[in-house]
């Protein structure tokens, strides 16, 4: 190899050695260690206000301005703090726990604990089904479409009343809710 090829590898590999050196000295200093950081907590102090006779002769007297202060808050509390003392919660928050059920909805109930069918709690959710089962028939769904959330839907309701269903009562009693929504809620 001559002469003049062997210093430039020479230099070039000095050079790549001082560069890794450089961006490894810089990763280090840039990771720092935990030698400089604090090791005690500090001690609280505290500043004496000035007094009234002190900022009165140090101050200027303004007699066309209006000086306003903020509040002072104690150390530790965030100057946007919550008042002391929360507001009360109106009664109806966060607002009714019934919701009426409609004429059509009362009929609708009525239908369905005469086929033998006691819906859970006030029955909102048997009225929520409905609504569902006349909304699938005005947008012209498939019977087995809709059957299919009607099952799951009446399968919850049982649930929320505490009550096990089979698939096959299940299946009966969606039955149950499409039928009596068609003749008593659906116009």
């Known amino acids: 190899m001559p002469q003049h090829s062997r210093i430039s590898t020479t230099f070039a590999r000095a050079l790549a050695t001082g560069a890794i050196a450089v ?4 990763l280090l200093v840039g ?7 604090a090791t005690s907590t500090p001690s609280a102090t ?4 000035p007094t009234s006779s002190a900022t009165e002769s140090s101050a200027p007297a303004t007699s066309g301005s209006a000086t306003s202060s903020a509040p002072v808050t104690s150390p530790g509390q965030a ?9 009360e919660v109106p009664e109806d928050f966060p607002g009714p726990s019934e919701v009426p059920v409609s004429a059509d909805g009362q009929r609708f109930l009525a239908a369905l604990k005469d086929k033998g069918i006691e819906p859970a709690a006030d029955g909102t959710m048997a009225v929520s089904t409905a609504d569902f089962i006349c909304q699938s028939k005005a947008e012209g769904k498939s019977d087995s479409d809709t059957m ?18 089979s698939q096959e009562q299940a299946s009966a009693d969606a039955q149950t809710y499409v039928d009596v929504a068609h003749a008593t809620y659906c116009k």
């Open 148 to 165: 299919v959330f009607v099952t799951a839907m009446v399968g919850s309701e049982a649930a929320a009343a505490g009550k096990e269903l």
């Open 79 to 87: 100057a946007t703090a919550p008042p002391e003392q929360p507001e």
């Open 46 to 49: 505290t500043t004496a206000a």
């Open 23 to 26: 961006a490894a000295s810089g």
């Open 31 to 37: 990771c720092g260690s935990d030698d400089s950081t």
